[in-house]
């Protein structure tokens, strides 16, 4: 079992920034391919960002492409999401999760075994 915690968010203005952390505990946490979804009222959980095992690769959707940063500390067991440049667009629900490293840059939810229990990022115009 991993057990992941998210925090760091908040409400923010147009064009601001922000950190979401995820700390995780539990198994081996460098064994983890890990990533980060949104879900806004009303929409489907859409994909963020995604980092591998050792951080040396990242993967990110096209809509934060240039703004969020994604990047881990193993030493930390934590997991971060710096987002530069926020619009309105990325008010959402923002969740961490955890997949087998084979699945490593995976933008897929289903191959994430574990889930947090999200943290809430508001953009106000």
């Known amino acids: 079992q991993v057990q992941l915690v998210e925090s760091g968010g908040g409400l923010v203005q147009a064009g601001g920034s922000l950190r979401l952390s995820c700390a995780a505990s539990?198994?081996?946490?460098?064994?983890?391919?890990m990533g980060w979804f949104r879900q806004a009222p009303g929409k489907e959980r859409e994909f963020v960002a995604a980092?591998?095992?050792?951080?040396?690769?990242?993967y990110y959707a096209d809509s934060v492409k240039g703004r969020f940063t994604v990047s881990r500390d193993n030493a930390k067991n934590t997991m971060y999401l710096q987002m530069n440049g926020l619009k309105p667009e990325d008010t959402a629900v923002y969740s961490c999760a955890a997949a087998p490293g084979y699945y490593s840059g995976s933008s897929d939810a289903r191959r994430y075994e574990y889930w947090g229990q999200g943290t809430q990022l508001t953009v106000s115009s």
């Open positions: 980092i591998s095992l050792k951080g040396s690769r990242t």
């Open positions: 539990g198994r081996t946490f460098s064994n983890y391919a």
